[in-house]
């Protein structure tokens, strides 16, 4: 399998996982929150905002234009810590350490 499709697919459970654990939201943040230049936007947004307006657009604008995707990131650490004590959120967690293995 492509890494493309098996990331692509990845990114589709991601957003499914979201959308379960009920961190999925109908209405964007503001675009002076999304213009945020920290590391996951950590003074504006919450978590589950950056992956949700800032992580997913960006992968899929990368796999539709048949860009160069990141490589050797690790963004699940920073999950396990902003989620430790929400222990419903394993499943979102569980997918971003498979995109993490995708990229490495």
């Known amino acids: ?11 589709n459970q991601l957003e499914q996982q979201l959308r379960e654990v009920e ?13 945020s230049e920290q ?7 919450e978590p ?10 960006k992968m899929r604008q990368l796999i539709e234009a048949e860009l160069s995707l990141p490589q ?16 419903h959120y394993v499943s979102v967690i569980t997918v971003i350490r498979q995109i993490d293995s995708e990229a490495a």
């Open 1 to 11: 399998m492509k890494q493309d499709t098996s990331l692509t697919v990845l990114l």
């Open 72 to 87: 050797g990131f690790a963004i699940a650490p920073y999950f396990e810590e902003c989620w430790k004590q929400h222990t």
């Open 48 to 57: 589950h905002e950056w992956l949700q307006w800032i992580f997913l657009p």
């Open 39 to 45: 590391p996951f936007a950590i003074d504006t947004l």
């Open 23 to 35: 961190l999925w939201q109908d209405m964007p943040p503001s675009a002076q929150a999304l213009a």
